[in-house]
């Protein structure tokens, strides 16, 4: 398998402080994310390589933030009752208050080599919408404006990494496949939540059963051309 640089994204989902288990305040204490995957700053030395890769011979490079305002539908907070974790009427998975705009939760890792992405694309900004997907929020129809900006540069070929490989990386990767965009996940570059339990056992089956491609990113690195 190779890739034409030039027809080849990158896309790299949500690599935030508060998906890592550890973060650098201003003040320079410590603190935990909100919603984090465990060891999920492992996934970024992988990526920021891939990243260095692509735009060197003349890729192109996303990144997502997840970027919700305060007191939005996705947070347990903003239901009365309701704790992490469990399901909100209508199906919504409810999660703690996470990469909230502005906040010090929703920046980028500091071990996060942003400055490769062409693109910086935020989701998940509407109070009453979730927005996993890269591609479309989570009524499956409102969309991003990714999939026109691939298409317009002649992308053919996404390759996709990141957090959480069954939330935003499995919408995203399930999206990109359906549009018709060649999909293959950096299998060295995502980790999940595993929320509920067996969440992210049955989502990488059903991205295999769908068609995208499972590859470590050493493999995809010699596959760049
Ligand atoms: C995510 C849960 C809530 C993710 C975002 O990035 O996978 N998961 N918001
Ligand atoms: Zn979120």
């Not at 060891?39 to 970024?44: E, L």
């Not at 939005?72 to 009365?80: G, L, R, T, V």
């Not at 500091?110 to 400055?115: I, P, T, V």
């Given at each position: 398998m190779t890739f034409n640089a030039s027809r080849t994204l990158l896309l790299e989902i949500d690599l935030q402080n508060d998906f890592c288990p550890a973060y650098t305040l201003p003040s320079g204490e410590n603190s935990g994310g909100a919603l984090a995957v465990n060891?999920?700053?492992?996934?970024?030395p992988p990526l920021n390589a891939l990243a260095a890769a692509l735009c060197a011979k003349g890729g192109w490079v996303a990144a997502t933030q997840d970027w919700h305002p305060p007191g939005?539908?996705?947070?347990?907070?903003?239901?009365?009752g309701k704790k992490p974790g469990e399901t909100a009427d209508g199906g919504q998975v409810l999660w703690p208050?996470?990469?909230?705009?502005?906040a010090r939760g929703a920046?980028?890792?500091?071990?996060?080599?942003?400055?490769?992405?062409n693109l910086i694309l935020r989701k998940?900004?509407?109070?009453?919408l979730d927005s996993y997907s890269a591609f479309f929020e989570n009524d499956r129809?409102?969309?991003?404006?990714l999939e026109g900006w691939a298409r317009f540069l002649g992308i053919d070929t996404v390759i996709i990494g990141g957090l959480a490989t069954d939330y935003c990386v499995f919408y995203s990767a399930m999206d990109c496949k359906r549009l018709g965009f060649a999909t293959i996940i950096a299998s060295d570059a995502v980790l999940g939540v595993d929320i509920p339990e067996g969440s992210l056992e049955g989502a990488i089956k059903t991205m295999k059963e769908a068609g995208i491609i499972f590859a470590p990113s050493k493999d995809l690195l010699k596959d760049i051309l």
């Open positions: 060891n999920g700053q492992a996934v970024i939005h539908i996705s947070f347990a907070s903003s239901h009365a208050e996470h990469c909230v705009q502005g920046d980028f890792h500091d071990s996060f080599e942003a400055k490769y992405a998940g900004f509407r109070m009453g129809q409102t969309p991003t404006g």
